[in-house]
């Protein structure tokens, strides 16, 4: 009698079982694209908020930039919420945003003071990951702490949405996969200023630096002299000067007999106010020298900076990353949503930080998710529009935005408090893009990015 | 071409020298007299600088009026009421209100100066140097957060009068050329600290308070027992240094924007012209103030950095270092101090 085999799972049972784990499994990523739960530094799960770290400089040289930055990070998660007008949410294109929060979770944030030393900044944020969870760390207007910042947040494993930076290298030979730069800066600044120079005050210039001490002087002061080189002006002296000095008479006296007709000042924030006022008090700008009108320049300008200084900035040119007379309809938007808010309009620093709020949230929906690489694959090489600069890029060899750059003057008769900065050229964006290998942002490493597990 | 330079550097030194040697006259005094190495000698600096920035924001106490050229948002701009309601004589004063405010600062240094000693500074004179400085830093750290609460962390420009606003063609007038030009602002600064300078040294060389006080900082007890109550008059020195520091504050508010961290900026700088003109020594401390305001200028010129890269930030603390290896009691200190 033979014996009859049986088991409890025939062949068509496993390939029936087989067939239906298979679907199981598949059906998160069927549905919900990336919903396939990898871990990752901070993933707020299930919560039904996440935070956001904005690390400001609220003391020391940057702080007017680092209290705008703040007002308007503020007004970010407000317009993420769904409260208020809603901001550039409603002239951003493409956009995935819905006024729920980001992923639905509400948004919520904790501050830090970077007191705009890098010590300080890294310490702060290390706080912020490691205490408060947050997913993005955000902040700028000192290129020395944005540096710091992105290297340690490309170290934890979080995104660094970086704010006001102008030195090249942050998105140069300090790059980072984490890290990601909307704002312009000092080859930009460069290649937009000099042929407004040249129209302005011709070919035969001799320039003199007073440059801050530190990377973002440094590399303002290479791409400014190669810019004016390159028109034919030559550079007389270059000048280091340490950051926060305050009294720079004795940096400014030695222009005198120096024979230059043209005084740089790479300084930025409280710095340039006070050597810009001593310039004019040591009557730098009354001067004639070889018959030609002694003149100063300011690279980087903002307006915070153009109040602080008072009418000492009338004349004088440089160039901005955004300025709230622009007309259109981003930019509107953004700063009658700001004025409503604090009854002034907003600083270039405080829309390039509202902006990066925005575009992160918009990459996390895009994304579905807040897992890191996900948000840098879903940041990298994206174009939008709406955001006040026109059609802009973030790309993906090096994580820096490029987009349309403004050439200022200091207003001769303005007709408000705000209304110092008048806007003499918007330079398109092909005059200011360059190879990301290019000799200024030449040496770093892009490196792959860390989702902090 | 070079001697321009130089004598540019000489002025530069010579006004910056002026502010380290009024702050550094005040801390030797209180050393020299109390025997306190007072550490919140940079905030009576700070507070002095935003007396300035106190009575100009009383001079411009505003109505706000609607920004018509303003479209986007409802913006309002500050029309000052005093300037508005008497534009001429409301307009002088405010130009003013520098010069203005070293009557204001006086009284109130007075006051600040005695309220700091009385309050606290007393229960320190038999206490170790170091208890003195730990107690000292602390208030100066206390004041600054007083001051960024009600005024910010940003620098508040001041500016001086219209008329010295420019600059004086020095050069010119010594048939020097034209590459010899100095603020005005700053010209005033250097009389200004040196006439205080003079103001403090005549005060206690020709005075009978003065020579109480010298003869307190000579012999303490021998002076009291002669019944002569010395506390009360160091409490006046005090209260003297205090102002002295306020007034090298209001006066300096045209040079650099007042902000909470400038006392600190210079009571470091302070402390060496202190160490290096010799603890306790008046005229040391103007001799070092104005020597090392000099020799930082010098530092920074161009010519010098190309040799030795940097040395403009470290000049000064070089010299101390040299000062305290040859000669511990400073270039005029009296023999002992600091030499156990």
């Known amino acids: 009698m033979s014996k009859k085999t049986t088991s409890a799972w025939s062949r068509r049972d496993v390939l029936k079982a087989s067939a239906a784990s298979t679907a199981i499994a598949g059906a998160p990523l069927f549905f919900t694209r990336h919903a396939y739960g990898a871990e990752y530094l901070n993933n707020p799960g299930s919560n039904s908020t996440v935070t956001l770290g904005f690390n400001v400089p609220q003391s020391g040289a940057y702080a007017d930039e680092g209290a705008d930055e703040l007002r308007a990070y503020k007004l970010a998660v407000k317009h993420l919420n769904g409260e208020g007008d809603g901001g550039m949410m409603n002239t951003m294109q493409p956009s995935s945003l819905k006024g729920n929060g980001i992923l639905g979770k509400k948004v919520e944030y904790v501050t830090g003071d ?42 934890a494993g979080v995104i660094f949405m970086a704010g006001l930076t102008h030195a090249n290298d942050t998105t140069g ?63 007389a002296q270059k000048v280091l000067t340490p950051v926060g000095a305050g009294d720079f008479s004795q940096y400014i006296t030695p222009i005198l007999n120096s024979g230059a007709d043209t005084l740089i000042l790479n300084h930025y924030g409280k710095d340039m106010i006070n050597s810009l006022t001593q310039a004019i008090q040591f009557g730098l700008r009354d001067r004639q020298v070889d018959g030609k009108d002694f003149q100063i320049i300011v690279p980087l300008f903002s307006r915070l900076m153009a109040q602080g200084a008072g009418d000492n900035i009338k004349g004088i040119f440089g160039s901005t990353n955004w300025h709230w007379s622009l007309s ?51 940041l990298e090489g994206h174009k939008f529009d709406g955001l006040g600069n026109g059609p802009t890029e973030y790309r993906a060899g090096d994580h820096q935005c490029f987009k349309d750059v403004l050439v200022v003057k200091g207003k001769e008769n303005p007709s408000s408090q705000f209304d110092l900065l008048e806007i003499v050229e918007v330079t398109p964006r092909a005059q200011v893009e360059y190879p990301v290998d290019h000799e200024m942002f030449a040496g770093g490493d892009l490196g792959t990015c860390n989702n902090g597990v | 071409m070079l001697l321009d330079a130089l004598l540019l550097q000489v002025l530069n030194g010579l006004d910056k020298g002026g502010a380290y040697a009024l702050i550094a006259l005040g801390l030797t005094l209180v050393f020299g007299t109390l025997g306190v190495v007072n550490f919140a000698h940079g905030a009576l600096f700070m507070l002095g600088a935003f ?10 106490i505003s109505t706000k009026v609607k920004d018509e050229s303003i479209t986007f948002f409802e913006a309002f701009k500050e029309v000052p009421i005093l300037e508005a309601k008497f534009p001429v004589v409301g307009g002088f004063i405010v130009d003013y209100s520098v010069p203005f405010a070293i009557l204001f600062a006086i ?11 009385r309050g606290l500074i007393r229960h320190f004179y038999k206490r170790p140097h170091a208890d003195q400085i730990l107690v000292t830093f602390g208030l100066a750290i206390i004041i600054q957060e007083i001051i ?123 402390f060496v012209v202190v160490v290096v003109g010799g603890m306790g020594s008046l005229g040391g401390a103007v001799l070092a103030g104005f020597m090392l305001g000099i020799l930082q200028s010098f530092a920074s010129m161009n010519e010098i950095k190309s040799i030795i890269p940097g040395i403009d930030q470290i000049i000064i603390y070089l010299v101390a270092v040299i000062v305290l290896l040859v000669r511990p009691r400073g270039l005029m200190g009296r023999k002992g101090i600091m030499e156990d």
């Open chain 2, 107 to 117: 009284p109130i240094m007075l006051a600040i100066g005695l309220i700091m000693e």
């Open chain 1, 328 to 378: 259109d309809a981003g930019s509107q938007a953004f700063v009658k949503s700001f004025g409503q808010e604090y009854g002034f309009p907003p600083s270039q620093a405080a829309h390039t930080c509202y902006v990066q709020t925005l575009l992160y949230a918009d990459a996390v929906e895009r994304a579905g998710t807040f897992e890191p690489c996900e948000v840098v694959a879903s």
């Open chain 1, 114 to 155: 970077t007191q705009t030393k890098s010590d300080a900044a890294r310490a702060s944020a290390k706080r912020m990951i490691e205490k408060d969870g947050v997913v993005m760390v955000t902040g700028g207007s000192s290129s020395g702490v944005a540096v710091a910042v992105q290297s340690l947040c490309q170290d």
């Open chain 2, 51 to 60: 007396c300035a920035v106190t009575l100009e924001k009383i001079l411009t």
């Open chain 2, 148 to 270: 960024k609460h009600y005024f910010g962390a940003n620098p508040i420009p001041q500016s001086a009068p219209d008329i010295v606003s420019g600059s004086a063609n020095i050069g010119a007038v010594f048939g020097l050329g034209d590459n010899i030009v100095y603020p005005y602002w700053r010209l005033i600064y250097l009389g200004f600290s040196l006439s205080v300078i003079g103001g403090v040294f005549a005060f206690l060389q020709f005075t009978t308070f003065g020579m109480v006080v010298r003869a307190g900082m000579q012999d303490r007890e021998m002076v009291g027992l002669l019944g002569i109550d010395i506390q009360r008059r160091f409490t006046i020195v005090f209260g003297l240094a205090s102002v002295v520091a306020g007034l090298a504050g209001v006066m300096y508010t045209p040079i650099l924007p007042p902000d909470y961290h400038m006392g600190m900026d210079f009571l470091v700088l302070s």
């Open chain 1, 173 to 235: 030979k300090d790059k980072k996969a984490n890290g990601f730069r909307h704002f312009f800066n000092a080859f930009m600044s460069g290649a937009a200023l000099g042929p407004v120079l040249k129209n302005a005050y011709g070919t035969e210039r001799n320039a003199y630096h007073l440059t801050a001490d530190y990377n973002w002087g440094w590399t303002q002061e290479q791409s400014i002299q190669a810019s004016t080189e390159s028109i034919g002006w030559s550079t």
